[in-house]
């Protein structure tokens, strides 16, 4: 006889994307939190210009190595957040779990220096049309949040947070 699916099953990939928003706005809150201590902390005592890369954080574009470090680090520890809790609560992952930390890194690198990069070309563009500090700083941070949602389900659900069949069994961490 044929159980009758729950909606969780019959709508998986709804299912896990439901819950990687859940598991975001906690890595989001971690995001803001740090962000508004390390912004409130370093912003106004780290003024000098940070310009390395693609990353132009100028007193020109309202912007300091202060903030730099505030939206660098803040990101991080979200996405340390996220690794751990969407690996086995949102897509129970039972593949490698140093393969999907390693991959998990990269990708996080990536779209962290995204994430900052996107800040340097809104902040200037928020500035010219407000004076309001709050939105200056936030409207850029909001949208790069956004952006790296956007990147990281798919490549967590499809690449890094895989279920497989049978697991990896070195994988000690696996269980973790």
């Known amino acids: 006889m044929e159980e009758k699916k729950t909606f969780t099953q019959s709508h998986e990939g709804l299912w896990q994307f439901i819950k990687f928003s859940l598991v975001s706005s906690l890595a989001g809150i971690t995001e803001t939190v740090s962000f508004f201590l390390l912004s409130t902390l370093l912003g106004t005592r780290l003024t000098a210009d940070f310009d390395f890369f693609v990353f132009h954080y100028t007193a020109e574009k309202q912007l300091n190595l202060g903030l730099f470090i505030a939206f660098f680090a803040s990101a991080i520890l979200a996405e340390i957040v996220s690794f751990l809790v969407n690996r086995k609560a949102t897509f129970h992952a ?53 952006i790296a949602m956007a ?26």
Not at 116 to 130: A, C, D, K, R, S
Not at 151 to 176: C, G, H, L, Q
């Open 94 to 146: 039972n593949n490698n779990f140093w393969r999907s930390a390693v991959m998990y890194l990269l990708l996080v690198l990536a779209v962290i220096s995204l994430k900052t990069w996107i800040v340097t070309v809104l902040t200037p563009w928020v500035g010219g049309w407000t004076q309001n500090r709050l939105l200056i700083e936030w409207i850029p941070k909001a949208v790069s949040m956004l």
């Open 151 to 176: 990147i990281i389900f798919p490549m967590n659900k499809f690449v890094i947070m895989r279920r497989t069949e049978t697991p990896p069994a070195d994988d000690a961490a696996a269980s973790v």
